[in-house]
């Protein structure tokens, strides 16, 4: 079997295992996506849906999913390809923005015209996106200072446009007319406490706000989350945007809380919310949700489902994540929607033009650590067990020079090939200490080798494993696991795979892979 063949027998693998396991008895089971898509914000235009996310720091950013049925998504379109060029998302300078980048986004649709809001830390600004077609673009861009928390953007019935934000204490602000900035002297508080309903004890302050309007009253989503407790959501109510609010704890179950709510054709409501899950990130759920004296009731008796009245999952090929030979015909984009650059890239030192048939890496600067390596091309890894595997010629790379697969988070784990005085060997590199050390290398006597890292996310055992092929038949651990960790503050999204090549003596180098094949099997068992 030639190298190419494998990637048909990998995607029948992957849909067909996603199949049995994400729907059963022909009915869609939680979560919808076992992958990192936080922050969700979801809208219906007719009967077709559309669902932002966040991605923070990777470029292109704001992915932009569509569902017919609320449980099969496919990605469309990203609201940016840059959120600014700034050192600090171009990697430059020693700056980056791990764990900042744009946050949770919200998604509205207005006379016949898409809009994505966002906000960031690394400007100090909110921004605004809008589009005609949100599945082919162009996005138009606004922004403006300052960066609103959590914000969401509403348009009411009176031509006005206002943002809630915050967290515990819920502000509300009017934009101009153009929505180019706040209208001056608007900004005042909503809600002097959102998290109350869920007690006076409160780890973490009511934010994530999304706000709707429903048979003439607002309502206000928010996550709060209880010292002790778990991350709950709550809902405030009002007959006037302006309040006053009323609010409510609708629902405390496995920690699956901030979102909002959708209704569907039929006239079935779900609230779409997700899960702190582990090295694998936060992963949506889907929550049945009922009306009750004018208020949302959400799940079944108080808790969330495991399996919902829905269509089951076909799997995440070809909709969240996908294989790719990198053979391109013209009419097809460089790259696939899958693929996100970790922070802004460098355009002119990557191409699937330069070689037929294989993605090329090529460095221009020498880089101090594997974090500030430009042109990172990266996948989600998802649950609750996945592989990533790829065929790397480093028949351009240059002393000094180490390239190959990565599962990426703060704690990183790497297995490619380094060149050494000249030589080659195959190395796997472990940061689960919190630095990186050469954990295993072997000698290489030839010019290309098969790479493969797998994912154990089962019950949140959350280890990595990492193997090389002479043959693409039989494969060779090295290294030590990698103990997964998903870390909040300095990354703050899912493990990915990806794809490097970095230069520690001599810019200039090149690496060629092949294809990127993932599998929802590991070779691991239980």
Not at 103 to 121: G, K, P, Q
Not at 328 to 333: G, L, S
Request: hydrophobic content about 35%.
């Amino acid at each position: 079997m030639g190298r190419r063949c494998f990637s048909v027998l990998a995607q029948l693998v992957v849909s067909a295992s996603h199949f049995l396991l994400l729907g059963q008895a022909g009915k869609a089971q939680n979560p919808i996506i076992y992958a990192d898509v936080p922050d969700m914000s979801m809208i219906r235009v007719d009967d077709t849906y559309y669902m932002s996310s966040t991605t923070m720091h990777m470029s292109p950013g704001v992915p932009i999913m569509k569902s017919l049925d609320l449980v099969n998504w496919q990605m469309v379109n990203y609201a940016y390809d840059i959120l600014d060029d700034v050192d600090s998302l171009n990697l430059n300078n020693g700056k980056s923005s791990y764990g900042r980048g744009s946050w949770a986004s919200c998604l509205r649709y207005h006379n016949n015209t898409y809009y994505v809001s966002t906000f960031t830390a690394t400007t100090g600004k909110t921004y605004i996106y809008s589009t005609k077609n949100i599945e082919k673009g162009p996005w138009t861009k606004i922004s403006f200072a300052p960066s609103f928390h959590d914000n969401t953007l509403f348009f009411d019935d009176d031509g006005r446009t206002y943002l809630i934000y915050g967290a515990g204490r819920l502000n509300i602000v009017e934009l101009n007319e153009d929505l180019s900035g706040v209208k001056p002297g608007t900004d005042r508080v909503l809600i002097e406490n959102a998290s109350l309903p869920a007690g006076d004890n409160i780890m973490l302050g009511a934010e994530g706000s999304q706000l709707f309007k429903v048979n003439g009253k607002y309502y206000i989503f928010n996550i709060t989350w209880p010292r002790g407790g778990m991350r709950t959501v709550v809902v405030h109510r009002a007959d006037k945007i302006a309040g006053p609010y009323e609010g409510r704890l609708v629902l405390q179950d496995l920690g699956v809380a901030q979102g909002g709510m959708i209704d569907t054709p039929e006239g079935n409501w779900f609230a779409y919310l997700f899960r702190d899950f582990g090295s694998v990130g936060r992963i949506p759920y889907l929550v049945p949700m009922k009306w009750e004296d004018g208020w949302p009731v959400l799940g079944v008796e108080g808790k969330v489902p495991e399996k919902l009245n829905l269509p089951v999952s076909k799997g995440l090929i070809p909709g969240i994540v996908a294989n790719d030979e990198f053979s391109r015909k013209k009419k097809d984009a460089p790259l696939p929607l899958v693929w996100q650059w970790n922070h802004n890239p460098n355009n002119k030192l990557w191409s699937v033009k330069a070689r037929k048939g294989y993605l090329r890496l090529t460095t221009a600067r020498i880089d101090t650590s594997f974090e500030m390596t430009r042109n990172t091309l990266t996948q989600r890894t998802f649950g609750p067990v996945c592989s990533g595997s790829t065929y790397l010629d480093m028949s351009g790379m240059k002393d000094g020079d180490f390239a190959g697969l990565c599962l990426l988070q703060k704690k990183f784990g790497q297995v490619g090939v380094k060149i050494e005085n000249g030589m080659p060997f195959i190395v796997m590199v472990n940061a689960d200490s919190g630095r990186p050390i050469e954990a295993q290398s072997v000698p290489l006597a030839q010019k290309n080798i098969y790479l493969k890292a797998e994912c154990d996310f089962r019950n949140k055992t959350d280890r990595g494993y990492f193997f090389y092929s002479l043959d693409g038949k039989k494969w060779i651990p090295i290294g030590d696991q990698l103990k997964m960790e998903y870390s909040l503050m300095q990354h703050f999204m899912g493990y990915r795979f990806g794809l490097f090549n970095s230069a520690s003596s001599q810019p200039g180098g090149y690496a060629d892979f092949d294809f990127f094949h993932i599998n929802s099997e590991i070779s691991l068992k239980d």
